[in-house]
Structure formats: structure tokens, C-alpha cells
């Protein structure tokens, strides 16, 4: 038996969590997989059956910013010992500190990078030097072609998968089953408007004009999901034929219920929109960081696939649903798009690649790059601590970079459930209390783990938190 560890960045969707989600389901059943997230979606995975643990992300505010690598390093490092892990596959754009790290203590393990291509020309490229912290690198394709990249940088250990999606590894189910779920009516033709997460860019302006130029010109109904993530929202109005679609996921399974889709250019959108054979209006955000949503959308719109706008079109979306408002325009961009659910098998592949690169891995030895780079990290973690937070935040700022947020540990109680003004209390829990994660801290045990592991964490809990007694 493999055992994976698929961890996930916090990302700002649940782009890293879905790609992680469809590998871990496409495992055969002698190897076994846990996803290790830095995601406040992580919830929304728990119901999937694949075990999962929650670590906050670099940006809690319950973590010292300058522990905080450590912290990932010994919380990576204690679930590695206790699943017995072969492998940590870690998906994300900015591989942190911390995995370095914890690959620096485990040389029998390992480590994996998946990195989507479709980086914005010039953004981002400091990142690829972290590359010297992983023994692999795998490259989702994506249906934009051409756009993929520029991942590789001349390593011999790369490797380019098919797209990976959520389709063809979970069951989906048909028209009228999926309406009568999600609540929608069935006798209606239904758009889906899905813009993402809202946390970068602009979804309420494109969102509330798509929705307005449907029920002016038609008399269709609008499902509008809401993300579990979700800041910025689109705004539902008080028309009746307006539904709220909230909380489910993966949004995969339902797609049968529309009959067409106005949606973010995000990755896992894209390749799965189009593989179900749903004609999709592609909204790019142009306000994304790393990933070129707007190359995405306008390289399948040239191969026939989808129609796309960037989010500060709206012109340009009022032409685009106008087109598609076009029966035999849908019909077309239909069986097009449904033409690529062949090309989607990444997750399998993914699969029987990484299990079979941890069966074979031996030891890594660690080339001179790694060496220099862990080197000058712990260099500069020592003049932190030497510094202390204050002198090193007004270096910080000398230097034109954000400060830490904090230098202080947070004092907690641990499972009082009191309100003791010496401190705030601390779920120490195998289950994510549901609507917390932004106001109270959480350390998530891995369901079902060992005694020891419990003990382990415990003692994390020490060396990271300012542990009050009651």
C-alpha cells in the first residue's frame, strides 16, 4: 500500500482542494490518501470519505507570523509519522517554507510539487526557485493548449497530466434528479451563474448583469451559487426567478440541471463545465494573481469551446448572452464542449503516477540548490528571533515589505469552554466546528488518528500557543 499526503496552499477557491479531491477518489483501494489543507473550505471535503485535517493558514491570526513555518513544518512532519506517508503531494502556486522544511527532515518521503500552468506572463517566477525543495513536478494540462506553462525550466523530473477534473471519477446524476435536489423547478429552462469565490476580483457588476439582461429577455430562472469561501457576492434581487444555490459541493454533480452556465475562467470551472457538455459563458477575472483566467477563457473560446469576456466587459457579456439566448448557438457550443471529456483524465493518471513514484523512492539527496536555499531560510529565521518581532518589522518596513501581523503567541484555554478573560479557547477537535475558523482557533486532529498523534499534537499546542491552565 501507497499512503499520500495531498496537501492544498489556502488558495482563494476551491480550485487546489477539488484537484486534490479527484486524485484522492481515483486512488485504487490498495493505496489510501489524506488531505492535508490550509483551506477554510476543507469542510465542504469532510462528506467526500477521504480523511482530511485542517492547519491554519500563514495569514491566522492565532499563529505568531514568525513561528508560523515551523508551526507547518512539525504539523506536516507529525502527519507524515502517523499516516506512514510514502509521498506529500503539495498542490499550490507558492510552495511555503515550511514543506521545505519538513522534506529536509524526511529524506525517505517524497515530495511532489503540482503546479497548474497558465501563470500570467512574468508573475510569480521567484516561486519556481522553491522547486529545489521537491523531488518531482507534475503539470496539469489545460484545454487552453497552447497557454499551458511555462512549468518545466529544463528539470528532468516533470511531468505533464491530462487536465484534471472532477469528471468521470464521482457520479452524476441526471437532469430531473439534480433540480429536484438542489430545489429548482423542472419545467423551466435554468441558467447557472457561478463566479467564484469573489475574494479576488469583480463578481457582483458582471454577476447582477448577466442576471438582469436574463430576466429581462427570457423567461428562464437563474441558479446563483454561493461559495462556502465567499467575500464578494452576486447579488440575487428579489425577483422569484432567481434561486440561491448555496453550500453544495462539488457543483460538478448537479451540471445536468442547466442549460447554460455564465461562470469564472478559473481552472476546475473550466474543466468541468465544459467536459459535462454545458455551453458556458467564460467570465474571466482579471485580478487573479498568478493564474491568466483571461488566456483560459479566450484559448478555448478560439477552439470552439465556450464564449468569453473579461470581468470589466460587460458590453461584452450582454453580446454574449444575446448569442447564446440563440437555441441553436447553445446546441453547438454543447456538443463541442462535450467532445473534451475525453481529453479529462488527469486524475488517474495523477494517481498511478504518484503512487508509483513513492513505491520507488528511495532517499533524496539534497543537491547543492536545496542545500543554499534551507541554509539562508534558517539563516534568516535566526536573525528574526535574534531581532525579535519588533526590530525585525521595522527592518520590514525599511525594506518596502509588509510587516508580520504579529509577534505574539495567542493564549488559549484548551477545551474549557469558558470565557475566561486570560484567554480564548481552543477546539482541539476531529471535527471542524462549522462558521469558527475566522473567529475562534482550531487545531483539526486527523479522524480515527493514534494516541500518540493526539499526544503529539498536544505538545505542538505547547510550543505554539501560550498555553493557560484552568
Not at 501507497?2 to 477539488?18: K, P, V, W
Not at 501563470?119 to 493548449?145: C, H, M, T
Not at 482557533?441 to 505554539?464: C, F, M, N, Q, W
Request: glycine share 10%; hydrophobic share 40%; aromatic share 6%.
Amino acid at each position: 500500500m501507497t499512503n499520500l499526503i495531498l496537501a492544498t496552499s489556502n488558495g482563494t477557491g476551491m480550485g487546489h482542494i477539488t484537484r486534490q479531491l479527484a486524485i484522492a477518489l481515483s486512488l485504487s483501494d490498495d493505496h489510501q490518501a489524506t488531505i492535508f489543507s490550509l483551506s477554510k473550505g476543507l469542510p465542504m471535503v469532510e462528506p467526500m470519505g477521504v480523511r482530511a485535517e485542517y492547519c491554519p493558514s500563514y495569514d491566522s491570526p492565532w499563529i505568531a507570523a514568525g513561528d508560523w513555518q515551523l508551526y507547518l513544518r512539525d504539523r506536516l512532519s507529525a502527519l507524515i509519522e502517523e499516516t506512514r506517508a510514502d509521498a506529500v503531494v503539495f498542490d499550490g502556486v507558492a510552495p511555503y517554507i515550511g514543506i521545505g522544511k519538513a522534506a529536509a527532515l524526511h529524506r525517505d518521503v517524497a515530495f511532489v510539487w503540482m503546479r497548474r500552468g497558465n501563470w500570467k506572463e512574468g508573475v510569480n517566477r521567484a516561486q519556481l526557485k522553491k522547486s529545489s525543495y521537491f523531488d518531482l513536478i507534475i503539470e496539469p494540462l489545460d484545454l487552453a493548449g497552447a497557454t499551458s506553462g511555462p512549468m518545466s525550466h529544463g528539470r528532468a523530473d516533470f511531468e505533464q497530466v491530462p487536465p484534471i477534473s472532477l469528471i468521470g471519477v464521482i457520479d452524476t446524476m441526471a437532469r430531473d434528479e439534480a433540480r429536484q435536489v438542489l430545489g429548482l423547478p423542472h419545467d423551466k429552462t435554468l441558467a447557472l451563474v457561478t463566479l467564484g469565490s469573489g475574494m479576488l476580483g469583480e463578481v457582483a457588476g458582471p454577476g447582477q448583469t448577466a442576471t438582469r439582461i436574463i430576466l429581462e429577455e427570457t423567461d428562464w430562472e437563474i441558479a446563483v451559487t454561493r461559495s462556502s469561501v465567499a467575500k464578494n457576492l452576486v447579488p440575487l434581487g428579489s425577483s422569484q426567478r432567481v434561486h440561491e444555490i448555496s453550500g453544495v459541493y462539488p457543483l460538478v454533480r448537479y451540471l445536468s440541471a442547466f442549460d447554460l452556465a455564465i461562470s469564472s475562467a478559473g481552472y476546475n470551472a473550466v474543466h468541468e463545465l465544459l467536459p459535462a457538455g454545458l455551453p458556458t459563458i467564460l467570465v474571466a477575472n482579471t485580478a487573479t494573481k498568478t493564474d491568466d483566467q483571461s488566456s483560459r477563457a479566450f484559448g478555448v473560446a478560439t477552439a470552439g469551446l465556450a464564449l468569453a469576456v473579461n470581468d470589466h466587459d460587460l458590453i461584452g457579456l450582454r453580446k454574449g448572452i444575446a448569442k447564446m439566448l440563440d437555441d441553436a448557438s447553445r446546441l453547438d457550443l454543447a456538443a463541442a464542449a462535450a467532445e473534451t471529456r475525453r481529453s479529462v483524465g488527469g486524475a488517474h493518471v495523477t494517481a498511478r503516477l504518484v503512487t508509483d513514484y513513492g513505491e520507488r523512492f528511495d532517499t533524496r539527496v539534497p543537491g547543492p540548490a536545496a542545500q543554499a536555499r534551507l541554509l539562508y531560510q534558517n539563516g534568516k529565521e535566526l536573525a528574526k528571533r535574534l531581532m525579535g518581532p519588533g526590530l525585525t518589522d521595522r527592518v520590514k518596513r525599511a525594506m518596502g515589505r509588509r510587516p508580520s501581523v504579529s509577534g505574539q503567541r495567542t493564549r488559549v484555554t484548551i477545551n474549557k469552554g469558558s470565557n475566561s478573560p486570560l484567554g480564548t479557547e481552543l477546539s482541539f477537535t476531529e471535527t471542524i466546528p462549522a462558521g469558527v475558523l475566522d473567529s475562534l482557533p482550531v487545531e483539526h486532529v486527523l479522524p480515527g488518528s493514534s494516541d500518540d498523534y493526539r499526544a503529539k499534537r498536544l505538545t505542538l499546542i505547547g510550543d505554539y500557543y501560550d498555553v493557560v491552565d484552568q
